[in-house]
């Protein structure tokens, strides 16, 4: 009897490969207390910046099987890891025209990771752990925000909020060095060709999901999912920081998000596999989202701290719980050799809904002077969405 499952060990090295691209971005929403007045805007603008990160995203990802049919998954998330650790040296000149390079280069770099991800991963598993291992390499999300949560405010408050946010870039050198022994396997077939730079070349696997009916569905779901996930993210230290929360104090209830996250994504996929289907688990996310969500206007430095870290788990593992579990089904309905297509189209149109929400939240929190409305309104699009995922489970048989 196998100690761990068979390929664990190149799961928990994609999980990483996720934690860089998510470390990275949520490094700059994390320091966004201390950063943004020293770039000159307000902090509620992180979601702008976070938008825009995830606009870019949409077309990096969507633009990417190419690269990786040329030069081999492997190289590609070798790639965007360096395009990562760049764009946090540069967010650290502390400018607005560096806050708008990094974005660039942040979206470029976690564009591509789930498609690159995705061949490796069918590789190494079966229908019946295959949600389970997609949900430990995308508990890497969610280790990431830990990671952003735990270092940067620490090391800002031994020295300043740059240092930590270079100590988050210096552990993804580390990555670069772990993957390269994983391409002689991976990175085997690749096929050389010659690419071609252009709109239709990067809509390509969107045109191909928009023409089948049940994913185009499925894929506003996770528009839904991924929009009130990164909101969550984007906006939980600053709220609490105006909430009368030390930066150092916020971090830690941002660390308890995240490893909400964490385990609830690898629950949520055992869950799946075993005993529930994909359908169940991911409309009870949904409904547990939603819930979570409604209690945040009820946060306050008043709580005891059990009760808040109880709370912030609770609320990581369901706004952060859902997304092995929806690209596990995702890849596992794709034709064979169709994978990573299929997911950069679905994540294209995922990734839509983090480059409009957040950046719709932070406006709300504007208007309104409050956190109030906006954590509402997407309490209600979590619980909209975990309901038309039922619909669509019942009227598209073809999905268990």
């Not at 000149?93 to 560096?98: K, M, Q, S």
């Not at 620490?154 to 740059?162: H, L, P, R, T």
């Not at 580390?174 to 050389?192: E, K, V, Y």
């Amino acid at each position: 009897m196998r100690l761990f499952p068979h390929g664990i060990g190149t799961t928990l090295v994609m999980m990483l490969t996720m934690a860089v691209g998510s470390s990275a971005i949520l490094a700059v929403a994390v320091s966004a207390p201390d950063s943004a007045p020293e770039i000159g805007v307000r902090a509620s603008y992180v979601g702008i910046f976070t938008g825009a990160v995830y606009f870019v995203a949409m077309f990096s990802g969507s633009f990417c099987p190419g690269f990786i049919v040329k030069y081999g998954p492997v190289r590609v998330l070798q790639v965007t890891v360096l395009f990562a650790v760049v764009g946090l040296f540069v967010f650290t000149l502390a400018t607005p025209l560096a806050a708008v390079l990094c974005a660039i280069l942040l979206g470029i770099a976690y564009g591509p990771i789930n498609p690159a991800n995705a061949p490796v991963l069918l590789a190494i598993t079966n229908s019946g752990n295959r949600a389970f291992m997609f949900s430990i390499k995308q508990s890497g999300v969610t280790v990431g925000g830990a990671v952003a949560a735990l270092i940067v405010p620490m090391v800002a408050a031994w020295w300043n909020w740059k240092a930590g946010v270079i100590s988050v870039a210096l552990l993804g050198v580390a990555i670069l060095f772990i993957l390269q022994p994983l391409r002689s396997r991976f990175d085997s077939a690749r096929a050389n060709f010659s690419l071609t730079w252009s709109f239709a070349t990067v809509m390509g696997p969107v045109r191909q999901i928009m023409r089948i009916p049940l994913l185009r569905g499925f894929a506003a779901v996770g528009f839904t999912y991924a929009g009130v996930q990164i909101s969550v993210s984007s906006f939980f230290v600053v709220f609490l920081v105006e909430q009368g929360f030390t930066l150092v104090e916020a971090g830690i209830c941002f660390l308890f998000v995240n490893l909400g996250g964490i385990i609830g994504r690898i629950a949520w996929g055992g869950l799946s596999d075993k005993w529930l289907t994909p359908k169940y688990t991911l409309t009870l996310i949904g409904v547990i989202s939603a819930i979570s969500l409604s209690g945040m206007f009820m946060v306050s430095d008043n709580w005891h701290k059990f009760f808040l870290y109880v709370f912030s788990f609770i609320l990581g593992s369901s706004t952060h719980g859902w997304n092995g579990v929806f690209l596990s089904e995702v890849a596992n309905q794709a034709p064979e050799g169709e994978a990573h297509n299929w997911t950069g189209g679905v994540q294209f149109l995922i990734y839509g809904g983090v480059a409009i929400l957040p950046p719709l939240f932070g406006l709300i929190i504007v208007g309104t002077s409050g956190y109030t409305i906006p954590f509402f309104l997407i309490a209600v699009c979590a619980l909209l969405a975990s309901f038309s995922l039922l619909w669509l489970y019942r009227i598209y048989t073809e999905f268990r």
